[in-house]
Every structure is written in structure tokens, then in C-alpha cells.
């Protein structure tokens, strides 16, 4: 079986310069995925190691240079979701760690829990090691004082091994100005984030949206029945209720390695590797 990765980094309004980072932030990511595949590694890890690298890149609004709540904090969401056994871990608004996703993979693995929130995420997250760290950059207080809005969204990745494992993961510093408490769609399994044996999305756009119609859950359920994931994408953000100027975006994987990239308004950056190929594609879309 071939595996594939994909990753997005968020849609909304990017601008030339952000465009060609971005683009260069999810090649990076696509290429740290490709070699834990190559190595035989899982989805689970693949997608992990795609999140941290969008994560770690203070262009995207996940991890470090996450958009700030009205308070001025960072208040973080992130789930990991592996589709053979509906296995699924996420945390929402914890502060001061690095790399959201990690910690949420470890609630999956080490809780018999799916969701962990605020505080107690983050004290979770320091009795199982992860140091404290402020994902605050100077750009997100510029943002924050302006009230100027991220170029992008939430970031995600999907996933499938050599083994026809399928997974997904998805990061996300949330809307900015946000109340503090606000979680999104990102956290939670159906909405934001999904896997199951047949496909493996994410999705990035107006949280509450996507909580609503929950966008991936949908998305995977298509496929199920027999679409592919790129009509199964198309068909399931077609049937949104945008508002004037707003955007949302999806990308998901099948056990065949078909890739769906689908985007309604703004652009998203994303790329994508399937075993057998030549090359990385980055793409904005």
C-alpha cells in the first residue's frame, strides 16, 4: 500500500511575501512527514510531526505566534484523531506550551479521556513533561494592539501508512480577540479534525461554522459511501452557509491515497506527498 501525506496552513488573506513562506512552512512540514513514513513510521506520527513543524513556525497561527485572546493570551487548540480504532485526544485553551498537538496526542495515549480544557490541560500537560514555554511573538502583540487578524488559520495534516492506517491532526492559536474560554472547532472530533478507516480530514475556517455542521465527520461519512475525497471535500463545504467574505477550507485522504484539497473564498497554503511521486507539491489555493 502506498502512503501519503497532507497538511494545510490555514485559510484566509495571505499577501506575496506571507504566500511564499507559507508555501516553503508546508513543504517543510510535508517533508518532515515523508521521511517518518519512508521510515516506516505511522500516520499518528506522520501527522504529529507535519503539526510541529507548522507549529514551530511562527508564520502560522498555531503554536508559536498563536493569535491572542482579548486578554492578550494564547489560548491553544489542538486534537490528534487515528481513524482504525476512532482513537481520539485533544486539548483546548492551554497556555504556555510549545507544541499543543503533542500534548494532545499524549491525552489519546496516556488518559482515558478525549478532551482536555484550560488549567487542567496545562497542569496535565507538566506532569507529563512538557516544559513551560510562551508561544508569544512580538508580530502576535503587534496583531493583538491593531486588532489585525492572522493571514491564516487553523493548520492540520492527514495521513496514511504503509500498513492503510489513516490519521489527522490539527492546530490552532483560534480567532483572534476571542473571549477568553472560546474553544473552537479544532478540539473536537467531527468538527475540526477526524479519522476513521475509510478517510482522514481537517479542516480550517470560522470554528463555530464548522462546530455546527461538523465539517470533517461529514466529510469522512462521504467517503465511507463509496465518493472519493476529493468530491466527498467538495460536496461537504459546498453545502455551507458562508458569510460575505468569509472562507473555509478542507483536506482529506482515502485508503487509496486520493488527496481532496478543497477551498471556499481567501487561499489556503497546502502540499501534499503520495509514495511513488517525484516531488513535494506546495500549492496556494
Not at 485572546?69 to 482504525?84: F, I, K, P, T, W
Request: proline share 3%; hydrophobic share 40%; net charge positive.
Amino acid at each position: 500500500m502506498r502512503y501519503a501525506i497532507a497538511v494545510h496552513g490555514g485559510c484566509g488573506r495571505w499577501d506575496g511575501r506571507d504566500t511564499r513562506a507559507a508555501l516553503r512552512g508546508v513543504r517543510a512540514a510535508v517533508e518532515a512527514a515523508r521521511r517518518v513514513l519512508a521510515g516506516g513510521g505511522s500516520a499518528l506520527d506522520a501527522v504529529c510531526a507535519a503539526v510541529v513543524v507548522l507549529e514551530d513556525d511562527p508564520l502560522f497561527n498555531a503554536g508559536t505566534g498563536s493569535t491572542l485572546n482579548r486578554d492578550g493570551d494564547a489560548e491553544m487548540d489542538a486534537s490528534v484523531m487515528v481513524g482504525d480504532e476512532l482513537r481520539c485526544g485533544g486539548v483546548a485553551a492551554i497556555r504556555r506550551v510549545r507544541n499543543p498537538v503533542l500534548v494532545a496526542r499524549r491525552v489519546m495515549e496516556e488518559t482515558p479521556h478525549v478532551l482536555l480544557a484550560g488549567r487542567g490541560a496545562t497542569a496535565f500537560a507538566r506532569r507529563q513533561g512538557f516544559r513551560d514555554y510562551d508561544p508569544i511573538t512580538r508580530e502576535s502583540r503587534v496583531r493583538f494592539r491593531s486588532a489585525a487578524k492572522a493571514a491564516g488559520g487553523t493548520v492540520g495534516a492527514v495521513a496514511l501508512d504503509a500498513e492503510g492506517r489513516l490519521a489527522a491532526a490539527t492546530s490552532t492559536g483560534g480567532t483572534g480577540l476571542k473571549l477568553p474560554g472560546r474553544v473552537g472547532d479544532s478540539p473536537v472530533p467531527g468538527a475540526g479534525n477526524y479519522a476513521t478507516r475509510s478517510a482522514a480530514a481537517s479542516a480550517t475556517g470560522r470554528g463555530e461554522l464548522i462546530l455546527r455542521h461538523a465539517v470533517t465527520k461529514s466529510l469522512c461519512d462521504r467517503v465511507a459511501a463509496g465518493r472519493s475525497a476529493g468530491r466527498a471535500a467538495r460536496e461537504t463545504l459546498q453545502r455551507l452557509p458562508l458569510e460575505r467574505g468569509e472562507s473555509v477550507g478542507a483536506i482529506a485522504l482515502d485508503r487509496r491515497a486520493g488527496i481532496g484539497v478543497v477551498l471556499r473564498g481567501g487561499s489556503m497554503p497546502h502540499a501534499w506527498f503520495v509514495a511513488g511521486g517525484r516531488r513535494v507539491i506546495a500549492r496556494m489555493r
